[in-house]
């Protein structure tokens, strides 16, 4: 391999500079030297279900092999009809208005659509109000399409909860879409019906667009509900977005979709937009595709996982009791989705710096956790977890992390 050639400057245009993506970022790079040294690792830094032994279900994998000949060919851009017909029919069955094939758009994961979303969108220096704490790529594909996150707070005192009062206090002539992540990433937030419903009446108030996140809209635990948010915001213009990732516990088929709802004469151009988009980049994977019917009505996977003795459920105990009986640290339970966010409380708090943390917790304890500023937040003392080890390897993972905040706060 020759040298990187310094006149090879990276794009300033696209603002790459001012990206950050800290979950896979320079603790990740510094995790995998360890690993090539020989040292064996936690990594829960990742919400990725197979890195833990979970398997995406064997319909799923069966609907893939059953059809892997006809997977040859490029599909519409929007992507396949019948999956496109599984999704407007799942998406009708909860309510969504005017959810029909054609407005069905399948990506590379949801994360392919997220940037295809904002791009079809934004202006340059239009703004997009963003969740803090957020899921980074969100941030990260307003940056890099030319607009600019306006954050609105998630107030750990209140559930992590959004506040609709400071949502609308945010709004200027420049801003053009409120983002919503339900259930939360890294929060792990639900949010009810009463709450969406002011949010839904600001995004209206002001034409803005809603653009939804519910990639974890079947992982929800207790007696936590899903609300979507596409039946409240009726004839607005609302674009849901889904996949396998998550629910499905696929995230290596990268399938994802969103749906565009509202009144379609509202929204005719950015339908065309997202159309042209998709069509650039041909088509999403195939193969994955194939399993989304299955996936939409072969019947619920996901809560023998999250009711009480399910793997994740149980994990997710070990994280509340875990935090429960250290005096260091405090958490808002997740209600839903994949994540512990807790914050550091106490004498181990003063000076904290929640990346020092997780490059201590990394180089001494062998734990890869994320930094909470990682989710564009303005305080240091949070840091994310996963639920998805065993219970025993979180228990673990908790035990060794208090012993570094306890050798924190006795220095
Ligand atoms: N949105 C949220 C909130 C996520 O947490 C993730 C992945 O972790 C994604 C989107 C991206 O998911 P996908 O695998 O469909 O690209």
Redesign the pocket.
């Known amino acids: 391999m020759s040298a990187f050639n310094p006149r090879h400057k990276i794009a300033t245009r696209t603002r790459l500079s001012e990206v950050r993506y800290e979950i896979r970022g320079e603790l990740a790079r510094r995790a995998r030297e360890l690993e090539a040294q020989g040292r064996k690792l936690i990594k829960l830094n990742i919400?990725n279900p197979g890195a833990f032994g979970f398997r995406a279900p064997e319909p799923l994998q069966r609907a893939i092999a059953d059809h892997i000949h006809r997977t040859d060919p490029y599909t519409h851009q929007q992507g396949l009809p019948e999956a496109r017909e599984a999704i407007a029919a799942f998406h009708q069955r909860r309510g969504t208005p005017n959810a029909v094939p054609e407005r069905v758009f399948i990506g590379n994961?949801?994360?392919?659509l997220?940037d295809i979303a904002l791009r079809a969108l934004l202006n340059p220096g239009e703004e997009v109000l963003v969740p803090s704490p957020d899921?980074p790529?969100w941030s990260a594909a307003t940056i890099l399409n030319d607009g600019r996150p306006v954050y609105y707070r998630l107030d750990r005192d209140n559930g992590f909860l959004p506040d609709p009062e400071q949502i609308e206090s945010l709004i200027s002539s420049r801003t053009r879409a409120i983002v919503l992540?339900n259930p939360n990433?890294p929060t792990g937030a639900s949010y009810p019906r009463e709450l969406l419903e002011q949010i839904v009446e600001i995004a209206r108030r002001y034409r803005l667009l809603l653009l939804v996140?519910e990639?974890?809209d079947g992982i929800l635990y207790d007696d936590a509900v899903f609300q979507p948010v596409a039946p409240l915001a009726g004839d607005l213009p609302c674009l849901s977005?889904g996949?396998l990732?998550?629910v499905h516990r696929a995230?290596g088929w990268?399938v994802?979709w969103a749906v565009l709802s509202g009144d379609p004469l509202a929204c005719g151009d950015y339908h065309h937009a997202l159309d042209l988009l998709g069509a650039l980049r041909l088509c999403a994977n195939v193969p994955g595709q194939f399993a989304i019917e299955q996936a939409l009505h072969g019947g619920d996977t996901i809560s023998a996982l999250t009711a009480p003795g399910g793997r994740l459920y149980e994990t997710r105990r070990a994280l509340i009791e875990a935090c429960r009986a250290s005096e260091h640290l405090a958490l808002v339970p997740p209600a839903g989705a994949l994540y512990g966010f807790p914050r550091v409380v106490g004498p181990a708090a003063q000076g904290f710096d929640d990346h020092d943390f997780a490059l201590e917790m990394l180089e001494q304890e062998h734990v890869l956790i994320v930094p909470g500023t990682s989710f564009n937040v303005p305080y240091r003392d949070h840091f994310r977890v996963t639920l998805l080890p065993e219970a025993d390897q979180l228990r673990e993972v908790f035990i060794r992390i208090d012993r570094v905040l306890s050798r924190r706060a006795e220095a």
């Open positions: 919400g994961g949801v994360s392919e997220i899921y790529l992540i990433n996140d990639i974890y977005f996949g990732s998550k995230c990268r994802g």
